[in-house]
């Protein structure tokens, strides 16, 4: 009985084996071709990074020097959208002519900026949504900038969240009590007195020595006692 079973599973593998010696040789051909197919691939992603992506790469950069310089000195309008006359590139510019680059990305943020000075607070929200921070801190401060945006638009419910939301990126002890006290102030502002009061007293117990945590005490008395 045991040689019956040993028998039947070595039939069972040599058929398993036979079959796929079959399939390998009636599909050798669309193996090796897609084999080929994905060397070449391979070899074309790298060969389109080292000549087409870093080239682009390190123009946007040196395109988007200019463009900070405006910024830098307070000239939002020309950092945004650029200067016809020199024909310096505005950060409008380098998102749309350097698109999948990191200047591009970065551009996003320094236009949301420019946007929230120009006072285009829907614009800002658009730019501010499209970038990708990669550290902490941009990430976080692009999305309380986002609730800032909200907020100037009137929509302080969709504000709250993103105050909440940027508190939330990583352990950042700079944007974190400041998202969370605009957070208690549009909380009071709407009468969720103890919404609020979770916030201020979060700011308390999780950074102490910030200035918003000196301001969070008459907050917290002002919430309790409020009708």
Do not use: W
Not at 9 to 26: C, G, P, Y
Not at 60 to 83: Q, S, T, V
Not at 125 to 131: E, M, N, P, R, V
Not at 179 to 186: D, E, I, P, R, V
């Amino acid at each position: 009985m045991k040689e019956q079973v040993e028998e039947k599973q070595n039939l069972e593998i040599s058929d398993v084996i036979s079959n796929t010696e079959a399939f390998l040789q009636k599909n050798s051909k669309i193996i090796i071709g897609v084999l080929i197919a994905v060397v070449v691939i391979v070899l074309g992603y790298f060969g389109i990074k080292k000549f087409y992506f870093e080239p682009r790469a390190e123009e946007a950069a040196e395109e988007m020097f200019m463009a900070e310089n405006y910024f830098a000195a307070g000239d939002f309008e020309k950092a945004l959208n650029g200067d016809s006359e020199s024909g310096m590139l505005g950060f409008v510019d380098i998102i749309s002519d350097y698109g999948c680059t990191k200047s591009a990305n970065l551009a996003h943020y320094y236009a949301g900026l420019c946007e929230m000075r120009l006072g285009n607070f829907s614009g800002a929200l658009d730019h501010f949504k499209s970038y990708k921070g990669k550290d902490s801190f941009t990430k976080a401060t692009a999305i309380m900038l986002q609730g800032d945006a909200e907020t100037e638009q009137g929509n302080n419910d969709n504000a709250i969240k993103l105050y909440i939301k940027a508190a939330k990126v990583g352990d950042n002890f700079i944007v974190a009590p400041t998202a969370l006290f605009k957070a208690a102030m549009l909380y009071i502002a709407a009468g969720n007195n103890s919404e609020a009061i979770q916030c201020l007293e979060q700011i308390k117990e999780k950074y102490p020595e910030s200035t918003e945590s000196m301001e969070a005490d008459k907050y917290i008395a002002y919430a309790e006692n409020v009708k």
